[in-house]
Nanobody, 116 residues
Framework: VQLQASGGGLVQAGGSLRLSCAAS????????MVWYRQAPGEQRELVAV???????NYADFVKGRFTISRDNAKNTVYLQMNSLKPEDTGVYYC???????????WGQGTLVTVSS
């Protein structure tokens, strides 16, 4: 079972995109929600995490540019990406994390391409 991220696309450097990822209410309510990304030829890396109590954490390379948020009414987590850079290019994935375990296998993700 996978979560499906959406909202990727092609954008120029300096532009913005908003990614979305919906989950079931139970999963959404009791787990941290995370965004990862994987650049071509690179390993998957953590971008941001938001807890069930809205505590957030970001990788240093996105601090001040990306914002993770959650809409509890829609059971959806978002990743607002501003001031995008070419090095932000990659496939972005979402997942749920609870008790140190990812709840889903990694899906296809959504591709973000930032042109210079």
């Amino acid at each position: 079972v996978q979560l499906q991220a959406s909202g990727g696309g092609l954008v120029q450097a300096g532009g913005s995109l908003r990614l979305s990822c919906a989950a079931s209410r139970i999963i959404f309510s009791y787990n941290d929600m995370v965004w990862y990304r994987q650049a071509p030829g690179e390993q998957r890396e953590l971008v941001a995490v938001i807890s069930s109590t809205d505590h957030t954490n970001y990788a240093d390379f996105v601090k001040g540019r990306f914002t993770i948020s959650r809409d509890n009414a829609k059971n959806t987590v978002y990743l607002q990406m501003n001031s995008l850079k070419p090095e932000d290019t990659g496939v972005y994935y979402c997942n749920a994390l609870g008790a140190g375990t990812y709840k889903f296998t990694w899906g296809q993700g959504t591709l973000v391409t930032v042109s210079s």
